[in-house]
């Protein structure tokens, strides 16, 4: 029996007492954001660092049953990058398989920008992959045109307002797709001072139509060799406040880490002898 109760990030009474995992099988990425540089982790669930170990989905069995071992009260395996789960869907898929083959009482989680999960929702719902995390940075074209450099679709590229509008209807899509399987969704949204921090209001509305279940916004990490580099990271006064205004339309996460991509443990103190047991499974 999966006991949905026992997720850290969804549940702050879980937060204390359950571990999650996050497995980095997923290293390419079907788009790019201007706050991204991808010689650190994806940033949907991540804060920077340094590039993670890659792992197959056989090495990330071997992986979390060692990691069982040294910390039993782990509840949630996730896959959140370095890059997006669904632009690397086959190790991703079988990673899910086996982790719920393997492991049936683990809570399953994913965290992805949205752009190519439709096709897989209806075998994430069998696989009983329970929680989603979107990143969404706003509802307005125009006002994603200045976040995206470009979004690859069935291999073709997409630039400017064709590329935004692109992953805008596909995420929504994907949403909706996700709701109708029953699967909680959290929507992630950076907040880019001067692009988007005025507008997260009415994301938030928008999603709250949707059925979207809770928010968390994420200030932006102004990162080295990007297009936001010269920006400000927004201070904990405007997150304050930009909290405030999406909390009218849907429940803000309030106690969110920025995992890295391969994190590992209670939320906020990952572990150190996790990473030491993913560099080993790497090397098998
Ligand atoms: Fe899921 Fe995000 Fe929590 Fe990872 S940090 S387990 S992807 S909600
Ligand atoms: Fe980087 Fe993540 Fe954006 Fe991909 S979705 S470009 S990995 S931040």
Redesign the pocket.
């Known amino acids: 029996m999966i006991d949905f109760k026992k ?4 549940n702050k009474e879980a937060k204390g007492q359950y571990a ?1 995992v ?1 497995l980095p099988v997923a290293p390419k990425c079907n788009i790019s954001c201007n706050y991204c540089n991808r010689k650190f982790d994806c940033v949907n ?1 991540s804060r920077p660092g340094v590039t993670s170990n890659i792992l197959s989905p056989e090495q990330s069995i071997i992986y979390l049953t060692a990691l069982q071992k040294k910390m039993p009260q782990l509840s ?1 395996v ?1 896959i ?1 990058g370095p890059g997006d789960p669904f632009a690397n869907p086959e190790e991703t898929m079988e990673t899910l398989r086996q982790v719920r083959s393997n492991f049936p009482e683990m809570i399953l ?3 992805s920008n949205g752009l190519n999960i439709a096709p897989y929702i209806n075998e994430l719902a069998t696989l009983k992959v329970s ?1 989603v ?1 979107i990143t969404i940075n706003s509802l307005d074209p125009k006002i994603l045109e200045k976040v995206y450099r470009w979004v690859r679709y069935e291999k073709k590229g997409y630039f400017g307002l064709a590329g935004a509008e692109l992953l805008l209807r596909k995420q929504l899509e994907a949403i909706t797709k996700l709701k109708s399987a029953g699967i909680t969704v ?1 929507a992630n949204a950076i907040v880019i001072p001067g692009i988007n921090d005025t507008h997260l209001g009415a994301l938030a509305k928008g999603l709250s139509e949707l059925g979207v279940d809770l928010m968390n916004t994420i200030p932006l990490i102004p990162v080295e060799e990007t297009p936001f580099s010269d920006l400000t990271e927004p201070g904990s006064a405007h997150m304050k406040e930009i909290r405030k205004e999406i909390g009218a339309f849907l429940p803000p996460m309030t106690h ?2 920025r ?1 890295r991509a391969d ?1 590992a443990g209670l939320l906020g103190k990952d572990s150190t002898e996790a990473m030491e047991l993913l560099t080993e499974a790497a090397k098998v």
């Not at 997720?7 to 969804?10: D, S």
């Open positions: 997720h850290p990030c969804f999650r996050h669930e949630v996730g959140a989680c994913v965290s929680h995390t959290k969110c880490s995992c994190a």
